[in-house]
């Protein structure tokens, strides 16, 4: 709520200072820039002498007179600026600065403005700087109002005293608000002014250590980035065990029977990843000699993860349990079972080639192409012997190398054949053994095959231009590599560091992209039986755990559930966790439609898929993480379409709100004073700072990083330490995680516009939080934000 500003109060002085300031500024930027005597362009026109006029008059006004003349000088100032014959004003008009300090030097006070242009013409006391790269702008981002200040400036040392620090909101040409140490000033609608208290005045605040299973708070003010509520909490933000806290629809989950595939859908927030952890060590529990630390493996999408939840398990007492990456697994698994194969890797191949890499045809047509190996082989040994056709036959339960194997050992033992007819029967056998494990050769062959492809892609998304583009892609990785490059005497040209250039990182040859190891992997299986490398000791694993599987393809999951062991030969017994959120995508080119779509594909038969595997899909509905508040702006970001269910959340707590500001230095200067508070109140509070693109990641970190906001830091990709501080990074590497605080940036409709796939990145970043969301927009904010609060900047569950 806010009071009315009364007259003659504290309050009344700074917004009459601030209009009165804005006026002389309004004044000055409307005349344009100086001629070339250094002097106003002034006299030119009735219009000039009237600004400078009404300048003068707002100098001299009375508190309470000013709000006329305000008004009077936003309209001249707009008009001049429409007819300014072409000539640019300074700075705009409209925006022309976000922050006030004023300076005491040597007894001697100047005002100056914070902007994202620079313009200064001290006869009119008109000092506006550029927040980027004035120094002068240091000193509002170090030092708090009342501060004693010392810097250098252009080789100069310069101090004194910061008499007044306000950041201020100006947009299409009206001053909107003010902050202050003194408080915070809202202009109404009607134009009058009030004082935020209670629930306006912008805080972040009361979260410091929630994210593991957080209490309710009492809501507190509008814009306050946090309270301090106590120092007994956790400063290690990674995942926490909370054995003692597992609900009830948890620990049926977690106590489901070995066998099967338990699928868990999980909202964010809701614990599918702890219950999958805490799953691992109930099996281990109930059965310490199959589930053996070593026999079971936890997969995850990011190293951020396996950071995040390794601690999980040996704090439950389950010490040794692998957390792998499911690229890092692939790549690892690949190489020990092909060995002889290329060691390198595309950096970024083309989306589209991805895409077809990871459709779930391709589960079906690597089957079929290993049974038209089977056949061409049968073609092969009819000519020369039906027993031999028999015994090929006989041995089809096998995987095409072990039928080989045992059509090798049946030559040796009968002995009725004709020599003859031995020696040829010999002579396909050696032959289709060296070809049939060759399971790189496949991958070759099968995707520069447009036959094949067509045929295997028909009736689906896939078209015939995508085929052609995979096939003139695979023809790139086939490529001899390029040499690096050497000079007319043959030698190796070196960089400056005196190392060897060597060919060009994006030239495909020789290396193989990511989606390509799950796609062999698949072919070792089907033609070895199992994930068997060159040395015959088959990868095996006795229960395989798989988190935000909805990122991850039918062929990826398929691999993992056939590398899992199928007690007496049944694959109904084999024991299999997943772990997912349908709502959080985050990997859109993996045809993830739904949990009974990928139980389907991942259930063909073939030569070393022995059948279908039962699977349960229970959903945990009530998120613990985040309060009502985000969930239900999670769910509005999403759609009906996309969240059918009503969210349910542990508790209510604060209040969602939208920080609308003019440019990202406005923005910046905000948040500059919220994240320095909250973490001079909460220093062991975790807030993430998230953008749509790294670059503006980049550009947030380094304004905050003026700002000297303490524990600062710019995570890229997966360098989250998770310990307290401010963390910067964009929505791509945050799935899976969670902070006490959220300020999700760049919320505008250009960062975010209305498609499937920006509603599920929003909604992965804003469920991030675990207490406290803000959203901050500098431009028009995205049409994803619910029309309440765009209109009134705060969300309640009320």
Request: hydrophobic residues 40%; negative net charge.
């Amino acid at each position: 709520m806010g009071n009315e500003v009364e007259k003659d109060s504290a309050g009344a002085r700074i917004i009459a200072e601030e209009e009165r300031l804005y006026g002389q500024v309004q004044a000055r930027v409307a005349l344009g820039e100086e001629d070339d005597s250094g002097r106003p362009q002034v006299g030119a026109s009735d219009l000039d002498v009237d600004l400078l006029s009404l300048r003068d008059q707002i100098a001299e006004a009375r508190g309470e007179d000013l709000p006329p003349l305000i008004e009077q000088m936003t309209r001249l100032a707009a008009l001049k600026a429409r007819l300014g014959g072409g000539r640019s004003l300074p700075v705009d008009i409209t925006s022309p600065y976000f922050a006030h300090m004023r300076l005491k030097e040597h007894g001697k006070p100047r005002d100056v403005m914070i902007g994202k242009r620079g313009f200064i013409d001290r006869q009119s006391n008109v000092q506006i700087v550029d927040w980027r790269n004035a120094p002068i702008s240091r000193i509002y981002y170090r030092y708090e109002e009342g501060d004693d200040y010392e810097e250098e400036i252009a080789g100069r040392r310069v101090d004194g005293v910061v008499d007044v620090r306000r950041n201020v909101s100006i947009a299409k040409g009206n001053l909107r608000r003010i902050g202050s140490p003194q408080g915070t000033y809202l202009k109404s609608a009607t134009g009058g002014w009030v004082e935020a208290v209670g629930t306006l005045a912008p805080v972040l605040h009361g979260g410091m250590g929630k994210a593991a299973r957080p209490v309710a708070a009492t809501p507190a003010a509008k814009g306050k980035l946090g309270i301090h509520h106590g120092s007994a909490v956790r400063a290690d933000k990674s995942l926490p065990e909370i054995a003692a806290l597992i609900d009830k629809e948890q620990f049926e989950l977690i106590t489901q029977p070995s066998s099967g595939i338990v699928v868990i859908q999980g909202g964010a927030g809701s614990g599918k990843t702890t219950v999958a952890l805490h799953r691992v060590a109930y099996l281990n529990f109930q059965d310490a000699r199959r589930f053996n630390t070593r026999n079971v493996l936890f997969v995850v999408p990011t190293q951020s993860l396996v950071r995040y939840v390794s601690g999980v398990l040996p704090a439950l007492g389950v010490s040794g349990v692998p957390v792998v990456t499911y690229t890092g697994w692939a790549r690892s698994t690949r190489m020990r079972c092909l060995p002889d194969a290329p060691m390198k890797y595309n950096v970024d191949p083309p989306e589209n080639v991805s895409r077809v890499k990871k459709h779930p045809a391709l589960l079906g047509m690597l089957v079929a192409w290993v049974t038209r190996q089977a056949a061409e082989i049968e073609a092969e040994l009819a000519p020369h012997s039906p027993a031999a056709v028999a015994e090929w036959q006989r041995l089809a339960r096998r995987s095409l190398v072990s039928r080989l194997s045992g059509l090798s050992s049946w030559l040796k033992k009968t002995a009725e054949l004709e020599p003859s007819v031995r020696v040829a029967l010999e002579g396909i056998t050696k032959r289709w053994k060296k070809r049939a494990d060759d399971c790189v050769l496949d991958w070759a062959e099968l995707f520069t095959d447009a036959t094949f492809l067509r045929d295997g892609f028909a009736g689906t998304d896939v078209t015939a231009k995508d085929i052609d583009r995979v096939i003139a892609w695979v023809k790139k990785q086939l490529a001899k590599p390029e040499k690096g490059p050497v000079d007319d005497d043959g030698n190796a040209i070196v960089d400056s560091q005196g190392k060897a250039v060597g060919p060009d990182d994006d030239d495909p040859a020789g290396r193989f992209d990511d989606e390509d190891d799950p796609i062999m992997l698949r072919l070792v299986q089907l033609k070895r039986g199992g994930l068997v490398p060159p040395t015959g000791d088959e990868m095996m694993w006795e229960h395989v755990a798989i988190d935000e599987a909805q990122d991850r393809s039918a062929l990826e999951t398929k691999v993992l559930v056939e590398a899992v062991r199928a007690p007496d030969g049944d694959p109904s017994k084999r024991s299999i966790t997943i772990a997912g959120d349908t709502a959080q995508r985050l990997v859109f080119d993996n045809n993830f439609n739904g949990w009974a779509e990928l139980l389907e594909a991942i259930s063909d038969t073939g030569p070393a898929a022995r059948g279908a595997q039962p699977a349960i899909v229970r959903p945990l509905k009530l998120s613990y993480r985040s309060t009502a508040e985000v969930m239900m702006l999670a769910r509005e970001i999403l759609g009906p379409e996309l969240a059918p269910d009503e969210p349910v959340a542990a508790r209510p707590g604060e209040p969602v709100e939208l920080h609308e500001f003019g440019d990202l230095g406005e923005a910046v200067a905000f948040l500059g004073d919220a994240l320095r508070n909250l973490m001079n109140r909460e220093p062991t509070a975790s807030c993430a700072v998230i953008s749509r693109h790294p670059e503006q990641a980049d550009a947030y970190f380094e304004g905050l990083r003026r700002a000297e906001v303490p524990a600062l830091r710019r995570v890229k990709r997966d360098e989250f330490n998770f310990q307290p501080g401010v963390d910067v990074t964009d929505v791509t590497h945050v799935k899976g995680l969670e902070f006490d605080y959220v300020v999700m940036v760049d919320v505008n409709d250009t960062s975010y516009p209305d498609q499937h796939w920006a509603r599920h990145m929003l909604h992965i970043g804003v469920t991030r939080a675990a207490h406290q969301l803000w959203m901050v927009s500098t431009a028009e904010p995205s049409k994803l934000v619910p029309t309440a609060l765009r209109d009134g900047g705060r969300m309640t569950v009320a």
